[in-house]
Structure formats: C-alpha cells, structure tokens
C-alpha cells in the first residue's frame, strides 16, 4: 500500500468505527505497546480536537477523570471534560491543576500548531509544544505517572531527549504504524519520574 491509500485506509477505518479522526489509531497504537490507559486513572490529554484521543482513552477508562483541552471547541463526549484554551497560558494550566485537585496519572499530547508550509519553523513549533509539557508533566505527574507526546525529528529533538532523561528513568521513542510514513512526527514516552526534581 502507498502512503496515500495507508492514510484513506485509517481515514475510512475511523468513519466505520465511529472515531472522530484517524489519530485515534496512533493512541491505539502507542497504548497496545506501552499499556498506560488502565481503567479508574486520571488523564489530561492536550490538543485534542477533534476527540479522537478521548475517545480511545474513554474506552479504557470507565471510572476516572479524562479532561480534554485544546483551542478548538470540541463535541462533546460522554465522561470526557473539555476546556477550550489555550495550554500554553499560565491559567489553562492552573484551572487544570484546580480540576484534578491532585497529581495527574497519565499525560497526553498530540498538539500541533497550525502548519506554515516551511518545514523547519513547523519542527521548531511543534517541539515547543513537546517542550512545554515535558517541564508541566514534571511538575504534575504521579511518581509513576506516564507523559506520551507528539514531536518532531528534527530541530530541538537532542534539547528534548535531554530533558526528558533528566526527568524521567525511562524514555522510549514510537512512530505508530498510523503516523504517515513521510512524516517527521514521532511520539516520546516518558514514565517513572526521577526522584531528584
Ligand atoms: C493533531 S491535532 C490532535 C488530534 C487529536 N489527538 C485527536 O485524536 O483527535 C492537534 C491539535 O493541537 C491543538 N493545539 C495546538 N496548539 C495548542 C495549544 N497551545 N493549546 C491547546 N491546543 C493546541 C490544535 O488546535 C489541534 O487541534
């Protein structure tokens, strides 16, 4: 199969079973390798219209707290919370401190900025999103809390490898079958905070 008919392939797969995007199958895909949903947790996915993320984790998590925000307003979801915001402001990030009241069990980003076309500015934005929520998962993550993120091969991705072994024991690096192949997009999995941050 090319890249094209791969990408109609996910496309179509998503309207037959009722996922609001293709990205859903990344999750999928990145939970069947690292196995982090797991039901009664508290999630906070970042950038996820239009709901394809939550929809994924909903399925796994029956009891628990699933919120979603991104800039975009998003449908809702039933058992899921959104927040329209932007998480780069300082107040996003504390209204969602205020929802979970405590440390958050898994943390998940597929934010991406709107694409300009010139590849090596969308790397570097992208990967300022990957960066920002590497220093909020530090700060708010349980112990053995898990942080998943979308980044870019590319522009700032030693800066992001390295900050993500200060802050973390166990780093792993997975490019969903779902990802388009041409793409630089690959996702970071972080787990087990280190003790001494
Ligand atoms: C690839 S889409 C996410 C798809 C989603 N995971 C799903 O399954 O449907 C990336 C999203 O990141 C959002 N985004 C980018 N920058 C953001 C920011 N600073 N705060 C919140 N959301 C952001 C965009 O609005 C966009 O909807």
Redesign the pocket.
């Known amino acids: 199969m090319d890249s094209k008919s791969y990408q109609d392939h996910f496309f179509k797969k998503a309207k037959i079973e009722g996922y609001?995007?293709r990205?859903?199958y990344k999750?999928i895909e990145l939970n069947e390798k690292f196995h982090f949903l797991k039901n009664g947790i508290k999630l906070l996915?970042?950038?996820?219209?239009?709901?394809?993320?939550?929809q994924v984790a909903r399925k796994k998590i029956k009891k628990g707290m699933i919120l979603g925000?991104?800039?975009?307003k998003i449908d809702s979801i039933e058992g899921v919370k959104f927040i329209e915001?932007?998480?780069?402001e300082h107040n996003t990030k504390k209204i969602v401190l205020d929802y979970f009241k405590s440390n958050i069990d898994v943390i998940l980003s597929?934010?991406?900025?709107n694409t300009t076309g010139n590849k090596s500015l969308d790397c570097i934005r992208t990967n300022e999103?990957c960066l920002d929520i590497l220093d909020f998962s530090k700060k708010t993550l349980n112990k053995n809390g898990t942080l998943v993120s979308k980044l870019f091969m590319g522009e700032d991705f030693e800066k992001i490898k390295t900050k993500a072994k200060q802050y973390f024991k166990k780093i792993d690096f997975f490019k969903p079958s779902s990802s388009r192949g041409e793409s630089r997009e690959t996702y970071i999995h972080c787990s087990r905070l280190c003790n001494n941050i």
Do not use: R
Not at 48 to 53: E, H, K, R, V
Not at 85 to 88: G, N, P, S, V, Y
């Open positions: 609001k995007s990205s859903a999750l996915d970042v950038g996820s219209f239009p709901g394809g993320w939550c925000i991104d800039i975009k915001a932007d998480f780069l597929d934010m991406a900025p999103l």
